[in-house]
């Protein structure tokens, strides 16, 4: 018992033990980052921290070593800048990819049909690592009742399954219709 307790103490303590100008530092560390990272995301669009494609999602938590970095290390600068380079990048792709047909299928991943017309696309899932079960999870919590019943299921580019049912009447607007990867 007297070892579990002295690894947790161990744990607990900072290497050079507590000292108040540590506890200030990462004080001011955390609030001068919170304060960069709105100052950031106003600047550089509400797509900087969130999570859309793999790529962002990879950007995020790139920023998030980072912050922490800076609230834990020594120099709150150098992450900030290392900050601030990440988020700019992060920007000229967003942006590229929004311009360019050729940017977007190089840096995000492009949707593709697991369901269409009633019929489960086996080799789609397979190839974009969807097991059934989750396939059907979000046919259940779109209100399907069976997979008949579905015109698309699409794995989109930020991992999330769209479901369109099939219309009592008329068709499907070609401009939501999925024709990208795996159609």
């Known amino acids: ?30 609030a001068l980052l919170f304060g960069y990272i709105v100052v950031l995301a106003r600047t550089f669009g509400a797509r900087t921290f969130a999570t859309f494609t793999s790529y962002d ?11 922490a970095s800076a ?19 992060q920007a000229v792709v967003s942006g590229l990819s929004a311009r ?8 995000d991943n492009g949707p593709v049909v697991l369901v269409e017309r009633g019929q489960i696309r086996r080799e789609a899932m397979r190839r974009a ?16 009742n069976s997979v008949e019943g579905v015109a698309f299921a699409v794995l989109e580019s930020g991992g999330r399954i769209s479901v369109l049912q099939e219309p009592d009447s008329g068709r499907i607007s070609p401009a939501i219709r999925p024709t990208a990867k795996g159609t």
């Open 129 to 144: 690592r969807v097991s059934d079960a989750i396939l059907q999870e979000e046919l259940r919590q779109a209100g399907v």
């Open 100 to 107: 360019s047909e050729r940017a977007q299928r190089v840096f």
């Open 57 to 67: 999602f990879l950007t995020n938590v790139a920023a998030g070593s980072l912050v």
């Open 71 to 89: 609230i834990l290390g020594k120099s709150v600068v150098e992450s900030s800048l290392s900050l601030l380079v990440l988020v700019g990048l």
């Open 1 to 30: 018992m007297e070892l579990l307790w002295n690894v947790l103490i161990n744990l607990m303590t900072p290497e050079n033990g507590w000292s108040v100008r540590l506890v200030v530092r990462i004080m001011l560390s955390t």
